[in-house]
């Protein structure tokens, strides 16, 4: 199989170049990736110096031309489209690049793919579209969708462009949401490594609002593994959650790490709340259990661990994002909240 895979340069796409090369041989992957302050070419270093399956391009997914021209010689077998703005904060700062990537990009894709018949495309969506719940109740494929961010507001038109290509050209979509993944290259504006860095610095860990807003996390490479199911076996037009059995409060997931890390539960400060704040995500995957086989295989614990292990030795990397845009982040992050 030929796959265009866009955003690989990001967390969770640079996750999945890795696994499916190393797990099918006869797979090739072409990587279209904007390098935005999130994207990391050196992510993927090995495999553009030693891996002639994997290739790279620089681009825009809202590029109409260059797509065009990508999708040109008819190999491409397959569109994963991890591409977007992803980070709630930054919607909320400023809205607009996240209308741009992950709406209009996201038509421009799915044009394009229509127009040269493409005969599967993923669309890589999130929990976040279906806005928040209750202390009970999960999320199913049939929860109205109720986005309060722009960033969810943004996920959520992309999805219902999603739809409507499968509606009205039968154009073979297949979307999938799924709860917030942790684990190797993250950007460190994400809690979980943002929270490392800080007690590793001895800062202050700046939890939101009260601290007990719940996510489901999932490590990423169980996501990483639906995907890979979605791509081979979802239905055409069909949406599909995912989820880790990992309810947590945010506080626990960051006392957790103190300990894990050997750090005093001092360093936790409270600050003001997002906006908008989600209280709890929870997913019902029945449906991608019952019909992909999916489930997530790894507990919380295990992967919040191997997680700390991988940022542990791989300090260079950290290194190199805190260089650039991240110290860039934090400044003015602490500049605007303190
Ligand atoms: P990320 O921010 O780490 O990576 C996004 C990548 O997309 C970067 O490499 C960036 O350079 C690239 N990109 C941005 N705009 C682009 C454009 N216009 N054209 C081409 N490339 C562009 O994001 P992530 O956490 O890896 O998330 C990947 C996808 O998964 C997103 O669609 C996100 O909404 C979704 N998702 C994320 C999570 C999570 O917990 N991180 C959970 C569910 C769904
Ligand atoms: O649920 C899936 C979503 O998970 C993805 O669609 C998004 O792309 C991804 O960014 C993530 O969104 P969240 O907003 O849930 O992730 P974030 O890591 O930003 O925050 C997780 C929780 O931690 C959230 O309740 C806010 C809180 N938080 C976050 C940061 C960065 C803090 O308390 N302090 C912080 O400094």
Redesign the pocket.
């Known amino acids: 199989m030929k796959l265009l895979v866009t955003g690989g340069c990001g967390f969770i796409g640079t996750n999945f170049i890795r696994l499916m090369l190393d797990k099918h041989p006869d797979w090739s992957i072409v990587n279209l990736d904007k390098l935005t302050y999130a994207g990391n070419r050196l992510n993927l270093a090995d495999l553009e110096r030693g891996e002639p399956r994997y290739s790279f391009v620089q681009g825009d997914i809202g590029d109409r031309a260059l797509v065009m021209d990508m999708l040109t010689d008819a190999t491409v077998d397959a569109i994963v489209n991890f591409a977007a703005e ?4 930054r919607s909320i700062d400023d809205p607009s690049p996240f209308l741009t990537t992950n709406v209009l990009g996201t038509q421009n894709l799915l044009e394009c793919a229509r127009q040269r018949r493409v005969s599967r495309f993923v669309h890589i969506s ?3 579209v279906y806005g928040t719940l209750g202390a009970s109740g999960k999320f199913s494929e049939t929860t109205p969708l109720a986005p309060n961010s722009p ?1 969810s507001a943004s ?1 959520a038109g992309a999805d219902l462009l999603a739809r409507a290509y499968f509606e009205t050209y039968a154009f073979p979509v297949v979307t999938t949401r ?4 942790y684990g190797p290259y993250q950007f460190p ?4 490594p ?1 929270m490392y860095l800080a007690a590793k610095d001895n800062r202050p860990l ?3 609002g009260d ?1 007990l ?1 719940v ?1 489901d996390w999932i490590y990423v490479d169980d996501h990483c593994h639906g995907v890979e199911l979605a791509l081979l076996k979802g239905r055409e037009g069909q949406v599909y959650n995912f989820g880790g059995d990992a309810e947590e409060t ?1 506080l626990a997931v960051v006392k957790t790490m103190l300990s894990l890390l050997g750090k005093p539960e001092s360093l936790i400060t409270f600050v003001g709340d ?1 906006p908008g ?2 209280r709890r ?1 929870a997913m019902d995957y029945s449906l991608a259990a019952l019909e992909l086989g999916f489930a997530p295989s790894l507990d919380f614990a295990t992967g919040l661990r191997r997680t700390i292990d991988w940022y542990e030795t791989n300090s260079r990397w950290l290194e190199q994002v805190q260089s650039g845009e991240y110290r860039r982040f934090m400044d003015s992050w602490y500049g605007a909240r303190s």
Request: charged share 30%; with cysteine; aromatic share 10%.
């Open positions: 992803s980070h709630v904060d999130t929990d976040e960033y996920k799924c709860s917030n993944n504006e994400k809690l979980i943002l700046p939890v939101y601290g807003n996510r945010n997002r704040h989600d995500y």
